[in-house]
């Protein structure tokens, strides 16, 4: 397990981050308006390749600026994507993990689930409804001659 941290000022590029690509939808706060970047990182720092994405997004994004300054939480909504579309342009892999993390964390909140009006709960035990099995589907499948070798 991962015991490095990062600096309030990565968490708060994080959490900045991670707003521009989950933004908030009506009464539904951004990803990072949910206060999720730190979950973000706890569930980095368990996995290796999680933490490496990880930093190297948030390491990216705090260089990020058209004058280098890594002011990225101050910049404007079209610089702040820009730098992110970089940053997946320059480390795609890294980026791609980044954002798998993001999006699962997202979408196990429950707010999510309400919001989506999902159920959020697995098929089992309670199973999901299926219509009745239909014996007719098989029908021109029992007319065909074997097409293999009896052995």
Do not use: C
């Not at 951004?30 to 990182?41: C, D, N, R, S």
């Not at 730098?83 to 993990?97: C, D, G, H, K, T």
């Not at 689930?113 to 199973?127: A, E, N």
């Amino acid at each position: 397990m991962i015991t490095s941290n990062l600096s309030e000022s990565d968490v708060n590029v994080l959490s900045t981050a991670m707003d521009r690509v989950v933004p908030a939808v009506d009464d539904l706060p951004g990803a990072g308006g949910m206060g999720l970047a730190i979950v973000v990182v706890e569930r980095s720092r368990a996995d290796e390749r999680f933490w490496n994405a990880l930093t190297t997004v948030v390491n990216a994004l705090s260089s990020a600026g058209s004058d280098g300054s890594g002011e990225f939480a101050s910049m404007s909504g079209d610089e702040q994507d820009d730098a992110l579309r970089a940053v997946e342009m320059s480390e795609p892999a890294a980026f791609a993990l980044w954002l798998d993390v993001v999006f699962t964390i997202y979408y196990m909140q429950p707010a999510v689930h309400k919001r989506l009006d999902w159920h959020g709960r697995s098929p089992q035990p309670v199973g999901n409804e299926m219509p009745p099995w239909d014996e007719s589907v098989l029908s021109k499948i029992r007319q065909r001659e074997p097409f293999w070798r009896k052995v």
